[in-house]
């Protein structure tokens, strides 16, 4: 099992920039890939983007591409979520999700806001 906590949410300007971090803990061998995924007001959970664990391979939603990086310190078990040129649109509760490659469970964080003013 993995156990994900996001943390580094909160208010921003459009324009401005924010950082998430997923620490993730437990059978971190097992991991896979970790991505992040946004839910926004009325909406269902969307796909932002994604690196593999091993190699470090990314994707991106089109809506966030150039604009966030997602990125990863093994050494800290931790993903980032680089997030710059915030728009309002961006304004969603951001959860991290953990793929195991055994078994190819999913494990969530509890989600975390981000909201983005104009």
């Known amino acids: 099992q993995v156990e994900v906590v996001e943390s580094g949410g909160g208010l921003a300007q459009a324009g401005g920039s924010l950082r998430l971090s997923c620490a993730a803990s437990g059978r971190i061998f097992t991991l896979y890939a970790v991505r992040w995924h946004r839910q926004q007001p009325g909406k269902e959970r969307d796909f932002v983007a994604q690196?593999?664990?091993?190699?470090?391979?990314?994707n991106y939603a089109d809506s966030v591409k150039d604009r966030f990086t997602i990125s990863r310190d093994n050494t800290k078990n931790t993903v980032y979520l680089q997030m710059n040129s915030l728009k309002p649109e961006d304004t969603a509760i951001y959860y991290c999700n953990a793929v195991t490659s055994v078994g190819g469970s999913n494990y969530w964080g509890q989600g975390i806001q981000v909201t983005v003013t104009s």
């Open positions: 690196i593999y664990w091993s190699g470090g391979n990314t």
